[in-house]
């Protein structure tokens, strides 16, 4: 169920490799954010025991973007289940196969650990990539159509939601069940610089769009003042 509270809607990305500087993040924005999100990059750096010093008691998207055969995704979300994440992911383009067997993991490993089972969500096409990066690996576009292709695979094969940029909100939302999960980086408040992002919006405009939650980074982690930043967007959120 999404939460009501806008600022709960909000993982904010602490992409670093420095575990001091994650959990000194992670605890200045404790309350002003739903939970963290911690990546690859945290993830090689600092392992499983740097996700648990950081995430504590703090709701965790576990993004690890797992993508390879069956059994090693099946055998890698058993495992990212201990680290109690709320939400984790899978690529989408792994087949259905994949996502069936991520999804049938994420449930029997939550049972077995009596955890609750986190939401396993799809990636589609990285918002860093648009319509030319696609067509140069060899993928059919436009971006939009590759999403809507993969959204619906994921949601045919058991997944809880899926990964896009603000651009599909609108579409998947149509195309989709209403429960599906919607989970959107790619958001810049306008008062923020897109850096590497190319497929963006506003948190405010991605929410009445129809996104569950949202993952924003630097706009805050990048902020003189991280916490007033995450104030500044929940007041926006607000209206």
Not at 178 to 193: C, E, H, K, M, S
Request: charged residues 25%; proline residues 6%.
């Amino acid at each position: 169920m999404t939460p009501d509270e806008p600022k709960d809607r909000i993982y904010v990305a602490l992409d670093t490799q420095d575990l001091t500087r994650a959990a000194n993040l992670a605890r200045a924005l404790a309350g002003l954010v739903g939970g963290v999100k911690l990546g690859k990059e945290f993830f090689t750096a600092q392992g499983p025991d740097g996700v648990r010093a950081v995430a504590g008691g703090e709701r965790l998207f576990l993004d690890l973007k797992f993508h390879d055969i069956p059994n090693t995704v099946a055998g890698a979300v058993r495992a990212a289940v201990h680290l109690r994440p709320a939400i984790l992911n899978v690529h989408a383009s792994g087949g259905r196969t994949m996502m069936q067997a991520a999804a049938e993991a994420a449930r029997e490993a939550a049972e077995d650990a009596e955890v609750p089972r986190p939401l396993v969500l799809g990636v589609t096409v990285l918002t860093s990539l648009d319509d030319d990066d696609l067509e140069a690996v060899g993928q059919a576009g436009p971006a939009g159509d590759q999403v809507l292709r993969l959204a619906r695979l994921a949601q045919e094969s058991g997944l809880d939601g899926v990964v896009c940029s603000p651009r599909e909100i609108a579409a998947l939302r149509r195309a989709c069940d209403p429960a599906f999960v919607l989970l959107v980086p790619g958001i810049r408040p306008d008062w923020a610089a897109k850096g590497d992002q190319k497929r963006v919006t506003t948190p405010a405009e991605a929410l009445a769009a129809g996104a569950d939650y949202l993952v924003i980074g630097r706009p805050i982690t990048g902020a003189e003042d991280p916490a007033a930043a995450a104030r500044r967007i929940d007041r926006e959120l607000a209206g």
